[in-house]
């Protein structure tokens, strides 16, 4: 199923896929690649935010070895409270 879904993205903004992976579970965001400020979503039902790693700066690797912050991803995860305002909301 993750092949099918990968193979889907084409480079189409609105139409294409965002496929972005959670940083812990590598689970891949299936909404449409022009979904944010919402946040991402699996098919598994999980939801997340995530920014850019600070450690690798988006390479998802440090020092040859995997980034420990993001899981080699390039994003790491974001805590946000119910309080916290979420731009564009």
């Given amino acids: 199923m993750e092949a099918a879904i990968r193979e889907h993205r084409r480079g189409r903004p609105g ?3 965002c496929g972005r992976l959670h940083a812990r579970t590598k689970v891949e ?5 022009t979904h944010y400020p ?3 979503y699996a098919l598994d039902g999980t939801a997340w935010h ?3 790693c ?3 700066h988006g390479g998802g690797t440090r020092d040859g070895d995997a980034c420990a912050d993001c ?12 309080d916290e305002p979420r731009p564009g909301w």
Avoid: I, Q, Y
């Fill in 54 to 56: 600070g450690t690798c």
């Fill in 50 to 52: 995530d920014a850019l």
């Fill in 38 to 40: 919402r946040p991402h």
């Fill in 71 to 82: 899981g080699g991803v390039g994003f790491a995860l974001l805590e946000l409270s119910e």
């Fill in 29 to 33: 965001c299936v909404l449409p690649d």
């Fill in 15 to 17: 139409e294409d896929l």
